[in-house]
Protein backbone atom coordinates (compact mmCIF):
# COMPACT_ATOMS: atom_id res chain seq x y z
CA UNK A 1 0.00 0.00 0.00
CA UNK A 2 2.87 2.29 0.83
CA UNK A 3 4.68 1.77 -2.30
CA UNK A 4 1.23 2.05 -4.04
CA UNK A 5 0.83 5.85 -2.54
CA UNK A 6 4.32 6.71 -3.41
CA UNK A 7 4.26 5.57 -6.65
CA UNK A 8 0.98 7.67 -6.74
CA UNK A 9 2.16 10.53 -6.42
CA UNK A 10 5.99 10.20 -8.03
CA UNK A 11 3.91 9.23 -11.59
CA UNK A 12 1.58 12.45 -10.63
CA UNK A 13 4.50 14.63 -10.01
CA UNK A 14 6.59 13.50 -13.17
CA UNK A 15 2.98 14.44 -15.47
CA UNK A 16 2.98 17.85 -14.08
CA UNK A 17 6.84 18.39 -14.27
CA UNK A 18 8.46 16.01 -17.03
CA UNK A 19 11.74 16.81 -16.09
CA UNK A 20 11.66 16.67 -12.30
CA UNK A 21 14.04 13.20 -10.89
CA UNK A 22 11.90 11.73 -8.23
CA UNK A 23 13.37 8.92 -6.42
CA UNK A 24 11.78 6.60 -4.58
CA UNK A 25 13.26 5.46 -0.89
CA UNK A 26 11.99 2.85 1.22
CA UNK A 27 11.78 3.20 5.15
CA UNK A 28 10.53 0.21 7.23
CA UNK A 29 8.71 1.85 10.56
CA UNK A 30 7.82 0.21 14.00
CA UNK A 31 4.07 -0.32 12.86
CA UNK A 32 5.21 -2.10 9.59
CA UNK A 33 7.93 -4.57 11.64
CA UNK A 34 5.69 -5.56 14.64
CA UNK A 35 2.82 -7.89 12.91
CA UNK A 36 1.88 -9.93 15.76
CA UNK A 37 0.50 -7.61 18.18
CA UNK A 38 -2.73 -5.18 18.20
CA UNK A 39 -1.54 -1.75 17.04
CA UNK A 40 -3.01 -0.04 20.58
CA UNK A 41 -0.60 -2.89 22.68
CA UNK A 42 2.72 -1.37 20.59
CA UNK A 43 1.74 2.44 21.50
CA UNK A 44 -0.50 4.70 20.02
CA UNK A 45 0.90 7.82 18.11
CA UNK A 46 3.85 7.64 15.29
CA UNK A 47 3.83 3.98 14.43
CA UNK A 48 4.06 4.58 10.57
CA UNK A 49 5.71 7.84 10.72
CA UNK A 50 8.64 8.62 13.20
CA UNK A 51 11.94 6.76 11.11
CA UNK A 52 10.32 8.28 7.78
CA UNK A 53 10.33 11.75 9.82
CA UNK A 54 14.08 11.16 11.22
CA UNK A 55 15.34 10.20 7.49
CA UNK A 56 13.71 13.62 6.29
CA UNK A 57 14.99 15.78 9.27
CA UNK A 58 18.39 14.87 7.99
CA UNK A 59 17.59 15.84 4.55
CA UNK A 60 17.80 12.18 3.36
CA UNK A 61 14.46 12.69 1.78
CA UNK A 62 12.06 15.73 1.07
CA UNK A 63 8.98 14.49 0.78
CA UNK A 64 6.86 11.47 2.59
CA UNK A 65 3.75 9.74 1.45
CA UNK A 66 0.99 8.66 4.11
CA UNK A 67 -2.08 7.28 4.63
CA UNK A 68 -3.75 10.32 6.72
CA UNK A 69 -5.22 8.36 8.76
CA UNK A 70 -1.84 6.99 10.51
CA UNK A 71 -0.65 10.34 10.97
CA UNK A 72 -0.48 11.62 14.16
CA UNK A 73 -2.54 14.74 15.05
CA UNK A 74 -0.09 16.41 16.16
CA UNK A 75 3.30 16.44 13.97
CA UNK A 76 6.55 16.70 15.32
CA UNK A 77 8.27 20.67 15.63
CA UNK A 78 9.89 21.23 11.67
CA UNK A 79 7.31 19.47 9.90
CA UNK A 80 4.24 20.29 8.09
CA UNK A 81 1.59 18.93 5.49
CA UNK A 82 1.86 20.40 2.59
CA UNK A 83 -1.24 18.84 0.60
CA UNK A 84 -3.98 16.61 0.94
CA UNK A 85 -4.85 13.91 -2.23
CA UNK A 86 -8.64 14.14 -2.86
CA UNK A 87 -10.18 11.47 -0.71
CA UNK A 88 -10.95 7.98 -2.42
CA UNK A 89 -13.57 5.67 -0.73
CA UNK A 90 -13.37 7.04 3.50
CA UNK A 91 -15.42 3.65 4.73
CA UNK A 92 -14.45 0.26 6.01
CA UNK A 93 -15.57 -2.63 3.69
CA UNK A 94 -17.20 -6.48 4.84
CA UNK A 95 -15.01 -8.75 3.14
CA UNK A 96 -15.88 -12.60 3.16
CA UNK A 97 -16.03 -15.56 1.15
CA UNK A 98 -19.12 -16.81 2.68
CA UNK A 99 -21.28 -13.76 3.89
CA UNK A 100 -22.95 -10.79 2.42
CA UNK A 101 -23.15 -8.51 5.09
CA UNK A 102 -22.71 -8.07 8.68
CA UNK A 103 -25.58 -8.90 9.67
CA UNK A 104 -25.75 -12.24 7.85
CA UNK A 105 -23.32 -13.69 10.11
CA UNK A 106 -24.15 -16.55 12.94
CA UNK A 107 -23.54 -15.55 16.14
CA UNK A 108 -20.12 -16.37 17.31
CA UNK A 109 -18.57 -15.78 13.74
CA UNK A 110 -14.79 -14.87 13.97
CA UNK A 111 -14.24 -11.19 12.59
CA UNK A 112 -10.75 -9.71 12.13
CA UNK A 113 -9.72 -6.24 12.35
CA UNK A 114 -6.48 -4.56 14.33
CA UNK A 115 -8.38 -1.44 14.57
CA UNK A 116 -10.37 -0.95 18.24
CA UNK A 117 -12.31 1.91 16.49
CA UNK A 118 -13.54 -0.80 13.97
CA UNK A 119 -13.79 -3.70 16.44
CA UNK A 120 -16.06 -1.59 19.28
CA UNK A 121 -18.33 -0.39 16.64
CA UNK A 122 -18.77 -3.65 15.34
CA UNK A 123 -19.60 -5.37 18.98
CA UNK A 124 -21.92 -1.87 19.17
CA UNK A 125 -23.78 -3.77 16.37
CA UNK A 126 -23.56 -7.42 17.00
CA UNK A 127 -21.81 -8.06 20.51
CA UNK A 128 -22.03 -11.98 20.03
CA UNK A 129 -19.41 -11.65 17.21
CA UNK A 130 -16.01 -12.52 18.16
CA UNK A 131 -13.07 -9.87 17.43
CA UNK A 132 -9.89 -11.25 16.58
CA UNK A 133 -6.33 -9.80 16.02
CA UNK A 134 -5.70 -8.89 11.89
CA UNK A 135 -1.99 -7.29 11.25
CA UNK A 136 -0.59 -7.64 8.00
CA UNK A 137 -0.50 -5.90 5.08
CA UNK A 138 -3.72 -6.23 2.53
CA UNK A 139 -2.62 -9.13 0.30
CA UNK A 140 -1.95 -11.01 3.93
CA UNK A 141 -4.91 -10.22 5.32
CA UNK A 142 -6.91 -11.32 2.50
CA UNK A 143 -5.05 -14.95 2.61
CA UNK A 144 -5.62 -15.62 6.00
CA UNK A 145 -9.06 -14.94 4.92
CA UNK A 146 -9.38 -17.32 2.31
CA UNK A 147 -7.25 -19.93 4.66
CA UNK A 148 -10.17 -19.94 7.29
CA UNK A 149 -9.13 -17.92 9.73
CA UNK A 150 -11.68 -15.16 10.11
CA UNK A 151 -15.15 -15.57 8.87
CA UNK A 152 -14.77 -12.00 7.79
CA UNK A 153 -12.57 -8.64 7.69
CA UNK A 154 -13.10 -5.60 7.51
CA UNK A 155 -10.54 -3.09 5.56
CA UNK A 156 -10.44 0.30 4.56
CA UNK A 157 -12.60 0.35 1.32
CA UNK A 158 -9.97 2.70 0.09
CA UNK A 159 -6.76 0.46 -0.01
CA UNK A 160 -8.74 -2.52 -1.28
CA UNK A 161 -9.51 -0.16 -4.05
CA UNK A 162 -5.82 1.18 -4.54
CA UNK A 163 -4.52 -2.33 -4.92
CA UNK A 164 -7.01 -3.41 -7.18
CA UNK A 165 -9.60 -5.93 -5.07
CA UNK A 166 -12.62 -3.55 -5.01
CA UNK A 167 -14.16 -7.08 -6.46
CA UNK A 168 -13.51 -8.89 -2.43
CA UNK A 169 -15.63 -6.05 -1.18
CA UNK A 170 -18.96 -7.59 -0.40
CA UNK A 171 -20.49 -4.49 1.31
CA UNK A 172 -19.33 -1.16 2.68
CA UNK A 173 -20.05 -0.19 5.73
CA UNK A 174 -21.02 3.99 6.00
CA UNK A 175 -22.57 2.69 9.46
CA UNK A 176 -19.22 2.18 11.32
CA UNK A 177 -17.40 6.27 11.10
CA UNK A 178 -14.35 5.81 10.29
CA UNK A 179 -10.83 7.15 11.17
CA UNK A 180 -9.86 10.53 10.69
CA UNK A 181 -8.60 10.95 7.46
CA UNK A 182 -9.05 7.64 6.09
CA UNK A 183 -8.97 7.51 2.45
CA UNK A 184 -6.66 10.52 1.87
CA UNK A 185 -3.08 10.74 1.30
CA UNK A 186 -1.21 13.52 3.08
CA UNK A 187 2.31 14.99 1.69
CA UNK A 188 4.84 15.86 4.78
CA UNK A 189 7.59 18.13 4.58
CA UNK A 190 10.09 19.59 6.46
CA UNK A 191 8.29 23.11 7.18
CA UNK A 192 10.90 25.24 6.06
CA UNK A 193 11.39 23.28 2.57
CA UNK A 194 10.03 25.66 0.48
CA UNK A 195 10.96 24.61 -2.81
CA UNK A 196 9.02 21.28 -2.35
CA UNK A 197 6.08 22.73 -1.07
CA UNK A 198 5.88 24.66 -4.26
CA UNK A 199 6.42 21.78 -6.28
CA UNK A 200 3.52 19.43 -4.51
CA UNK A 201 0.84 22.13 -3.72
CA UNK A 202 -1.33 21.29 -7.04
CA UNK A 203 -1.86 18.20 -5.45
CA UNK A 204 -3.77 19.55 -2.96
CA UNK A 205 -7.94 18.96 -2.75
CA UNK A 206 -9.03 21.90 -0.96
CA UNK A 207 -12.90 20.26 0.18
CA UNK A 208 -10.64 17.21 1.13
CA UNK A 209 -8.18 19.45 2.80
CA UNK A 210 -11.13 21.29 5.03
CA UNK A 211 -13.17 18.00 5.79
CA UNK A 212 -9.61 16.35 7.08
CA UNK A 213 -8.73 19.29 9.24
CA UNK A 214 -11.78 19.17 11.25
CA UNK A 215 -11.31 15.36 11.90
CA UNK A 216 -8.17 15.74 13.09
CA UNK A 217 -8.88 18.73 15.08
CA UNK A 218 -11.72 16.92 16.61
CA UNK A 219 -8.71 14.01 16.76
CA UNK A 220 -6.28 16.46 18.43
CA UNK A 221 -8.93 17.81 21.37
CA UNK A 222 -9.87 13.86 22.09
CA UNK A 223 -6.13 12.62 22.35
CA UNK A 224 -6.88 10.32 19.65
CA UNK A 225 -4.71 7.47 18.74
CA UNK A 226 -4.67 3.75 17.59
CA UNK A 227 -5.35 3.21 21.63
CA UNK A 228 -8.78 4.89 21.25
CA UNK A 229 -11.63 3.90 19.60
CA UNK A 230 -13.32 7.01 18.38
CA UNK A 231 -14.46 7.67 14.74
CA UNK A 232 -14.77 10.74 12.78
CA UNK A 233 -15.92 11.20 9.49
CA UNK A 234 -16.53 15.07 7.92
CA UNK A 235 -17.87 16.24 4.61
CA UNK A 236 -18.07 19.81 2.56
CA UNK A 237 -21.08 20.63 0.76
CA UNK A 238 -22.34 23.68 -0.57
CA UNK A 239 -20.38 25.99 1.93
CA UNK A 240 -21.02 23.73 5.01
CA UNK A 241 -19.38 20.98 7.02
CA UNK A 242 -21.35 18.03 7.85
CA UNK A 243 -20.02 15.65 10.27
CA UNK A 244 -20.50 12.63 12.32
CA UNK A 245 -18.48 11.03 15.57
CA UNK A 246 -18.49 8.56 17.73
CA UNK A 247 -16.41 8.08 20.74
CA UNK A 248 -16.91 4.13 22.25
CA UNK A 249 -15.72 1.66 24.82
CA UNK A 250 -13.51 -0.96 23.60
CA UNK A 251 -16.41 -3.39 23.77
CA UNK A 252 -18.80 -1.48 22.44
CA UNK A 253 -21.05 -1.18 25.27
CA UNK A 254 -20.78 2.63 26.10
CA UNK A 255 -20.60 5.31 23.45
CA UNK A 256 -21.67 8.38 22.31
CA UNK A 257 -22.33 9.46 19.39
CA UNK A 258 -23.56 12.80 17.22
CA UNK A 259 -24.57 14.69 14.05
CA UNK A 260 -22.89 18.23 13.25
CA UNK A 261 -23.64 20.79 10.54
CA UNK A 262 -22.37 24.15 10.74
CA UNK A 263 -21.08 26.41 8.20
CA UNK A 264 -17.82 26.50 6.43
CA UNK A 265 -17.00 29.53 8.04
CA UNK A 266 -16.76 28.19 11.35
CA UNK A 267 -13.79 25.57 9.97
CA UNK A 268 -11.39 26.87 12.57
CA UNK A 269 -13.30 25.85 15.62
CA UNK A 270 -15.97 22.99 14.66
CA UNK A 271 -13.49 20.09 15.12
CA UNK A 272 -12.65 21.37 18.49
CA UNK A 273 -15.85 22.02 19.73
CA UNK A 274 -17.59 18.91 18.18
CA UNK A 275 -15.06 17.07 20.27
CA UNK A 276 -15.75 18.90 23.66
CA UNK A 277 -19.50 18.53 23.08
CA UNK A 278 -18.58 14.01 22.99
CA UNK A 279 -16.79 14.75 26.14
CA UNK A 280 -18.49 16.68 27.86
CA UNK A 281 -21.44 14.19 26.93
CA UNK A 282 -19.58 11.09 28.41
CA UNK A 283 -16.59 11.21 26.29
CA UNK A 284 -14.27 11.79 29.13
CA UNK A 285 -15.72 9.24 31.20
CA UNK A 286 -15.30 6.60 28.43
CA UNK A 287 -12.13 7.36 27.47
CA UNK A 288 -10.67 7.63 31.66
CA UNK A 289 -11.40 4.17 31.76
CA UNK A 290 -9.65 2.91 28.49
CA UNK A 291 -6.38 4.80 29.14
CA UNK A 292 -6.38 4.18 33.21
Not at 40 to 54: D, M, Q, S, W
Not at 96 to 112: C, D, I, R, T, W
Not at 177 to 206: M, S, V
Not at 210 to 227: M, P, T
Request: proline fraction near 3%; aromatic fraction near 6%.
Amino acid sequence: MALWQTNFVANELKKKFPALEVEIIKIQTKGDKILDAPLAKIGGKGLFTKEIEIQMAEKKIDLAVHSLKDLPSELPAGFKIAAITERENPFDAFVSEKFSALEELPKNSVVGTSSLRRAAQILKIRPDLKIKNLRGNVETRLKKLDAGEFDAIILAAAGLNRLGYSARIKKILPEIIPAAGQGALALEIREDDLKTFELIKFLNDEKTFFAVKVERDFLKKIGGSCQIPAGIFAEVKDEKIFARAIISSVDGKNFVEDKKIDSIKNLEDFGKSFAENLLERGGKKILSKILT
